[in-house]
């Protein structure tokens, strides 16, 4: 394969973006796009190599440029930062609605707190990444889930507690409800990621 190339791969299909995401890696391809309904996958992928996951709207606009360019280029930039997006914040896909009918003994989720590729530090002894079948080592890592939202959470209720150390685990739970947005930047209700309600 050119090393020069970018590839594109419609990865739309049930379980098909890991799948593609392998056979890029196996292939050693320089750098590649993806076309995913699932765009937070990321979230969970890594790549071992250029990559960017980009929604099927954007497949139109893409298919357009490459198919009416003679030398279709293609570019990444780093340490680009992106900010007013809108809405935000959203409930990551991977994130607990509350009780579902096939587990009612599971109580809802009273906050949510930021999960989603947030820095941390992080065990040297445990890499970060392979390339190439090389594991990586290093002080950070990028990650999210539930072990990233929760010390956020826990530092929130631990620096409450420094200040009100009188209070009770449930009036720590109670002022952090009471006092937390329910709201997006764009001032409607805070929507799931996935289905935008």
């Not at 340490?79 to 959203?90: C, E, G, Y």
């Not at 707190?113 to 040297?124: F, H, T």
């Not at 959470?153 to 209070?167: C, D, I, R």
Request: glycine share 6%.
């Amino acid at each position: 394969m050119n090393s020069d190339k970018v590839v594109l791969c419609n990865a739309t299909g049930t379980d098909s973006l890991g799948s593609a995401i392998s056979a890029a890696q196996s292939a050693r391809v320089r750098a590649a796009l993806f076309l995913s309904s699932d765009l937070f996958r990321e979230l969970s992928e890594g790549f071992v190599f250029l990559g960017m996951i980009l929604s099927p709207q954007d497949a139109p606009t893409l298919m357009h440029y490459i198919q009416r360019s003679r030398t279709p280029k293609a570019s990444i930039k780093f340490a680009v930062t992106v900010v007013d997006t809108k809405p935000a914040p959203l409930v990551a896909t991977y994130s607990s609605r509350g009780p579902a009918a096939s587990c009612s003994m599971v109580l809802k989720l009273g906050l949510f707190a930021p999960g989603s590729l947030i820095l941390a530090s992080w065990v040297e002894n445990i890499s970060v990444a392979n390339v190439e079948q090389q594991p990586l080592f290093g002080k950070f890592n990028i990650i999210s889930e539930t072990s990233m939202w929760c010390p956020h959470a826990s530092g929130m209720a631990a620096l409450l507690k420094a200040v009100h150390p009188e209070w009770r685990p449930a009036a720590v739970r109670s002022a952090m409800m009471t006092t937390a947005s329910a709201v997006d930047n764009t001032f409607a209700p805070i929507k799931d990621m996935s289905g935008g309600h």
